[in-house]
T-cell receptor
Framework: AQKVTQAQTEISVVEKEDVTLDCVYETRDTTYYLFWYKQPPSGELVFLIRRNSFDEQNEISGRYSWNFQKSTSSFNFTITASQVVDSAVYFCALSELDSGYALNFGKGTSLLVTP | DTGVSQNPRHKITKRGQNVTFRCDPISEHNRLYWYRQTLGQGPEFLTYFQNEAQLEKSRLLSDRFSAERPKGSFSTLEIQRTEQGDSAMYLC??????????????FGPGTRLTVL
């Protein structure tokens, strides 16, 4: 069963629009971590953020913000004032103690930002 | 460069041949992970090491696959008798166990395998 669901396969926006990427996860562990990674066309996965299950504070880093809600098992990612360089595939991932904290990735959301 | 490195970056082989990939993790990281990514999918976990001990293997890791990390530093992933279905990007990641960056996995550039 898919533990991480990214329902949006592809999103296309015009530069300067805000965009939110959805992520829903499933776990029975009380201790777990959630991640977002960016995979640009060059292919290398770039770490963006890690949250642990005990820290539900939202986080903002420049144009990026993350909304973690345990009540709905969601960890959504918003890019404000998108730029062409934001075009990439974005992956949400879950790591659990039971699996040695190996990352369980969603299928990714492909974001295209056009000028 | 202090990131994760992988070699080779690309490998083309004929079906039935054996291939071996190498991963050099970030030097102070004692956990090392292997993943496989096929086109249009997210990476899928294969196996991981803590130091030299292989602690977990996915069901995706068939008997034709073997991984080692003999001295707790670099790791190798070998695929014997390759099949066309093995064509994928093989990704290596490392993470510290403990500390402020606990459990953050940093990925290498990957090795793209094409089996003809």
């Amino acid at each position: 069963a898919q533990k991480v669901t990214q329902a949006q396969t592809e999103i296309s926006v015009v530069e300067k629009e805000d965009v939110t990427l959805d992520c829903v996860y499933e776990t029975r562990d009380t201790t777990y971590y959630l991640f977002w990674y960016k995979q640009p066309p060059s292919g290398e996965l770039v770490f963006l953020i890690r949250r642990n299950s005990f820290d539900e504070q939202n986080e903002i880093s420049g144009r990026y913000s993350w909304n973690f809600q345990k009540s709905t098992s969601s960890f959504n990612f918003t890019i404000t004032a998108s730029q062409v360089v934001d075009s990439a595939v974005y992956f949400c991932a879950l790591s659990e103690l039971d699996s040695g904290y190996a990352l369980n990735f969603g299928k990714g959301t492909s974001l295209l930002v056009t000028p | 460069d202090t990131g994760v490195s992988q070699n080779p970056r690309h490998k083309i082989t004929k079906r039935g041949q054996n291939v071996t990939f190498r991963c050099d993790p970030i030097s102070e990281h004692n956990r090392l992970y292997w993943y496989r990514q096929t086109l249009g999918q997210g990476p899928e976990f294969l196996t991981y090491f803590q130091n030299e001990a292989q602690l977990e293997k996915s069901r995706l890791l068939s008997d034709r696959f073997s991984a080692e990390r003999p001295k707790g530093s670099f790791s190798t992933l070998e695929i014997q008798r390759t099949e066309q279905g093995d064509s994928a990007m093989y990704l290596c990641a490392s993470s510290p166990y403990g500390g402020a960056q606990y459990n953050e996995q940093f990925f290498g550039p990957g090795t793209r395998l094409t089996v003809l």
